[in-house]
């Protein structure tokens, strides 16, 4: 079993900057993907950043030149830095990991509890 669980969400004004971190915990293969999503109301989850064991990285085009996506493979920990925050990135964040132990087998996938970003004036 896996255990995600998010911090570092919170209000911030437009332009404004923050930080979410993910710590993960239990046993899970030592390759795998880790990523952020969001989930504004009326709308579906979409992927803000994805970063692989080796660290390549990958991002959504809204976010990009704003967000840096990271992680401790030491610590288990995901991180998101979020800077030049627009209203529009008010959401619910999400935590992700992903992983295929063999080539044929389903993908793995975990999700933490989500943490609530608001930009707003």
């Known amino acids: 079993q896996v255990q995600l669980v998010e911090s570092g969400g919170g209000l911030v004004q437009p332009g404004g900057s923050l930080g979410l971190s993910c710590a993960a915990s239990?046993?899970?293969?030592?390759?795998?993907?880790m990523g952020w999503y969001r989930q504004a109301p009326g709308k579906q989850r979409e992927l803000v950043a994805r970063i692989t064991t080796g660290g390549i990285t990958n991002y959504a085009d809204p976010v990009k030149g704003r967000f840096t996506i990271s992680r401790d493979n030491a610590k288990n920990t995901l991180y998101l830095q979020m800077n030049s925050l627009k209203p529009e990135d008010t959401a619910v964040y999400y935590c992700?990991?992903?992983?295929?132990?063999?080539?044929?087998?389903?993908?793995?996938?975990?999700w933490g509890q989500g943490t609530q970003v608001t930009v707003s004036s």
């Open positions: 992700n990991v992903e992983w295929k132990r063999t080539a044929w087998t389903a993908t793995l996938t975990y």
């Open positions: 239990g046993r899970f293969f030592s390759l795998n993907v």
